[in-house]
């Protein structure tokens, strides 16, 4: 970078300005823009010129690569990878309203499921293969004007119960209005009330989200994890789990 300043002052620069004088505004904007130039002074200073801070997304999503199954995770097809059989490509969807019924397959008790209807509004859940954090699927989420749309799978924890236990997803919003929200929710199915729920992410992410939240296993175990949509926005979900601790 330095050589290249070196070389464009050189070559380039109003004699001025060889002789310790000033650049022309325009040119001084051009030359902070465009060659990113080390020198103190430039301005707008832009995210890009040397000693700026630095951007580690990439390298936390390099980081976060660790694909592997997560050890006792009793979700059926966490990560939505499981082809949908009535789906040409192999990629199911789901409703708010369940009609059509869900063809994103989930685990021993049924599938990933949509619910529940709303008079207005709702949120549509749609396997694609164009964003996945782990493996070649994911569920991107369309929510408009929901109202606590969730997506749900049905696990069997009675072996656990008045255990701990933990529900997780990864998830990117990529674009949310005022008053969007999206968490995980551990569900009672018996008593009809949520157990716990994780922090609400209620704005676009610059990159993938861990969200989790840990509940207790009520007596008899009939739990669901609920990827729970409020407002509008959309979104990306990926890499579910449900693990006793
Ligand atoms: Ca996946």
Redesign the pocket.
């Known amino acids: 970078m330095r050589t290249i300043t070196a070389a464009f002052k050189r070559a380039s620069l109003p004699r001025a300005a060889k002789r310790g004088g000033t650049l022309p505004p325009f040119l001084g904007f051009l030359a902070c823009l465009t060659f990113s130039v080390t020198a103190a002074g430039c301005s707008p200073v832009t995210g890009t010129v040397d000693g700026a801070a630095e951007d580690f997304s990439l390298l936390r999503r390099d980081m976060q690569a660790a694909c592997e199954p997560v050890t006792g995770n009793l979700l059926g097809n966490p ?3 499981q082809p949908s059989p009535g789906a040409p490509d192999g990629n199911g969807q789901a409703v708010s309203g369940g009609n059509p019924p869900s063809s994103i397959p989930g685990g021993p008790l049924g599938p990933w499921d949509g619910c529940c209807s709303q008079p207005t509004g709702g949120t549509s859940w749609t396997v694609r293969t164009t964003m ?7 569920v991107a989420v369309a929510s408009e004007k929901a109202s606590a749309n969730v997506l749900n799978q049905r696990v069997d924890l009675a072996a656990y119960s008045g255990r701990s236990v933990r529900a997780s997803a990864f998830v990117f919003i990529a674009q949310a209005q005022s008053g969007a929200a999206l968490a995980v929710d551990l569900f009672d199915l018996t008593a009809s009330q949520i157990i716990a729920s994780s922090p609400p992410l209620d704005a676009t992410t610059a990159d993938w989200r861990y969200l989790s939240v840990t509940g207790t296993v009520p007596t008899g175990g009939a739990v669901q994890i609920r990827l729970r949509s409020t407002g509008s926005f959309s979104a990306v979900v ?2 579910a789990a449900v693990v006793p601790q």
């Open positions: 990560g939505f990878e996945p954090h782990c493996g070649a699927r994911a990926d890499d």
